[in-house]
């Protein structure tokens, strides 16, 4: 089965970013496809490569970065929504003349159209929120 | 079309579960996890509400169950407890997946 | 090899302004609207108060988007499914909400409504057809 998964919440503030993940974990675990993990709303947080969680707490940016690279998941953040909410890689910063990026590893901005075409391609999306 | 409805949020705290008893139907599954496993504790305000969906079937996500405290004999009557492969299973088995945050 | 078309439901259940849901999943509707799937909206719960008329952001410094809604007819999204029982709990009718339209090209370009009242039992058949489910 191909899967696409939509994160619609940050990281710690919210379960959503844990449940998507376990997820996505126990469906390539199964042997399914995940074709795309779309983050939405304050999802696009969970892209930003400047988190410092306490050592004795899941790092899930890191963690989400790693299963990309494990699994070559396309790890995909909204750019209207990044835009707003200041998650900014090498292009968006030279677009937007920002002094900085701080996209994390294995995540890509992109606009809507890739969680629609993840929509008619996927055989279930599965949106974790709040 | 068999839909797989998931709730994760507490149902004292938001509608989402009572806004999904009230779409799911026969023959549909309700996977309750975080917050959500609250509405699957037996003697709760909720209790009757999922009782009376007929032909609905409950699930409850072991992990969250267990990080709340609530044991496994403390459930309604019904509900099975799955973890997240069972997760993925019951989104691959049903045709589709209805999320109420 | 080509692909079918998909019925998509985006689902509204939340208030506009007080979160950012309701802008940004009419975002996603916008966007989708150029993939020529088979498109319909459902407000319910407090997803209603999306389309209530007269929304006037000038004094809380809001983009006011509920003009969107209206040119939503012009990117063929046409079917705007709202609860019946949701308009009723909120004190609602359908006079309070804006007048959305379409014009169909294949009736002369008759003017349509757009939103559909509808029961609970009415939107759970019409939830139960559809083919992928937004949530926001």
Known sequence: MKFAIQVNEGPYQHQATDSAYHFTKAALAAGHEVMRVFFYHDGVNNGTCLTTPPQDDRNIVNRWSELAKAHDLDLVVCVAAAQRRGIVDEGEMQRNSKSAQNIADGFRISGLGQLIEAGVQSDRLVVFGD | MSTLHTVNKSPFEKSSMASCLRYAKEGHSVLMYEDGVYAAVKGTAVADKLKAASGVKFYALGSDLKSRGIAEDKLLEGVEVVDYSGFVNLAAENDKVQAWV | ?136
């Open chain 3, 1 to 136: 090899m080509s692909e079918s078309i998909k019925k998509f439901m985006y689902l509204n259940r939340r208030a506009p302004y007080g979160t950012i849901y309701a802008w940004e999943s009419l975002e996603v509707v916008l966007i989708g609207a150029a993939f020529d799937q088979d498109v319909s909206l459902a407000f319910l719960d407090d997803g209603v108060f999306q389309l209530v008329d007269g929304q006037d952001t000038s004094d809380s410094d809001i983009k006011n988007f509920s003009s969107t809604y209206k040119a939503l007819g012009d990117y063929d999204v046409t079917k705007l499914y709202v609860e019946k029982e949701s308009l009723e709990e909120r004190g609602l009718t359908l006079d309070d909400l804006m007048p959305l339209t379409w014009e169909d090209e294949d009736d002369d370009w008759a003017e349509k409504d757009s939103i559909r009242l509808v029961s609970r039992a009415e939107l759970a058949d019409i939830m139960d057809e559809q083919d992928v489910h937004f949530s926001f």
